[in-house]
């Protein structure tokens, strides 16, 4: 069983920065991502990376101002923010994926087994 703990939500101005981490614990997996739910609308992916680390793959919405990385020695996940909107306003969820991703990094919550229980991320316009 693999525990997910993500860190770093707050609340920031729009065009400033935050940047979360996820420490994961417990067990083994593949490809990571992180979500976002924004109160009354559907969970939705942001940005999943590979096991290795060497693919990323991003929403439309966040490409060229978010950047997700992890540190495998230190099993950590991590999303750079930067140039905040008030639509990137919402819950953020570390996921972590047990299939076997090398050619597929899926955006979809179905394809996550594990969950982290979110951080709030307040973007003030």
């Known amino acids: 069983q693999v525990q997910l703990v993500e860190s770093g939500g707050g609340s920031v101005q729009a065009g400033g920065s935050l940047r979360l981490s996820c420490g994961a614990s417990?067990?083994?997996?593949?490809?990571m991502a992180w979500f976002r739910q924004a109160p009354g609308k559907e969970r939705e992916g942001v940005a999943a990376?590979?096991?290795?680390?060497?693919?990323?793959r991003y929403a439309d919405s966040v490409k060229g101002r978010f950047t997700i990385s992890k540190d495998s020695a230190e099993n950590s996940l991590y999303l750079q923010m930067n140039s905040l909107k008030s639509d990137d306003t919402g819950a953020y969820y570390c996921?972590?994926?047990?299939?076997?991703?090398?050619?597929?990094?899926?955006?979809?919550?179905?394809?996550?087994?594990?969950w982290g229980q979110g951080t709030q991320v307040t973007v003030s316009s």
């Open positions: 990376i590979s096991a290795g680390g060497g693919r990323t």
């Open positions: 417990g067990g083994s997996y593949t490809c």
């Open positions: 996921a972590a994926a047990t299939f076997a991703c090398s050619t597929w990094l899926p955006l979809v919550p179905e394809s996550y087994e594990y």
